[in-house]
T-cell receptor, first 112, second 117 residues
Framework: SQTIHQWPATLVQPVGSPLSLECTVE??????LYWYRQAAGRGLQLLFY??????ISSEVPQNLSASRPQDRQFILSSKKLLLSDSGFYLC???????????FGDGTRLSIL | AQKITQTQPGMFVQEKEAVTLDCTYD???????LFWYKQPSSGEMIFLIY??????QNATEGRYSLNFQKARKSANLVISASQLGDSAMYFC??????????????FGKGTMLLVSP
């Protein structure tokens, strides 16, 4: 069966520090991969999606970037975090665009 | 205009009763899909049920059913026989366009469901 792993679960970072959140999927090949952000009490905002290695699309221009160095690995990064980057970050995968997306457990990011 | 609208910020239901969570959507694409997700306080998003725009019958998954009214552009989630563990945030989401390759989901703002004993 397929599983998705996302880490760390919780992260507290100072303003201006770099960020790296990692997501890996097991049990499937060539998944579609997604990064979302959820502000407190709000719905999910799609940040990036990827249909293959090194194929990244950005939905919202911002302080973040994403990379997919391997088929089942998706990384969310920032060179310098802003206070507004605080939130709950979720990684997800799907077999194709039409199939349900399955989510990781998320990372709670607090910027001080 | 919002693509997914969930008008109920919060809903209360007693254990063992049925509850309906509302979702309306807006799209001009004839091919689309509607999803419901559950988010407990722990944060993970759990897929519950899916309805395709061309599906003739309403989707059902155990205690979950989707009341799909295409002409009204509504896709309400019905939870039968509510349980305490159903207390969570519920999100409606829509995929527009092709099912192959990539497509993205647009989420509503969610409805918080509280089930009381």
């Amino acid at each position: 069966s397929q599983t998705i792993h996302q880490w760390p679960a919780t992260l507290v970072q100072p303003v201006g520090s770099p960020l790296s959140l990692e997501c890996t999927v097991e049990g499937t090949s060539n998944p579609n991969l997604y990064w979302y952000r959820q502000a407190a009490g709000r719905g999910l905002q799609l940040l990036f999606y990827s249909i293959g290695i090194d194929q990244i699309s950005s939905e919202v221009p911002q302080n973040l970037s994403a990379s997919r160095p391997q088929d089942r690995q998706f990384i969310l990064s920032s060179k310098k975090l802003l206070l507004s980057d605080s939130g709950f970050y979720l990684c997800a995968w799907s077999v194709t665009g039409g199939q349900p997306q399955h989510f990781g457990d998320g990372t709670r990011l607090s910027i001080l | 205009a919002q693509k997914i609208t969930q008008t109920q910020p919060g809903m209360f239901v007693q254990e063992k009763e049925a509850v309906t969570l509302d979702c309306t959507y807006d799209t001009s694409d004839p091919s689309y899909g509607l999803f419901w997700y559950k988010q407990p306080s722990s944060g993970e998003m759990i897929f519950l049920i899916y309805q395709g725009s061309y599906d003739q019958q309403n989707a059902t998954e155990g205690r979950y059913s989707l009341n799909f009214q295409k002409a009204r552009k509504s896709a309400n989630l019905v939870i039968s026989a509510s349980q305490l563990g159903d207390s969570a945030m519920y999100f409606c989401a829509m995929r527009e366009g092709a099912t192959v390759g990539y497509s993205t989901l647009t989420f509503g703002k969610g409805t918080m469901l509280l089930v009381s004993p």
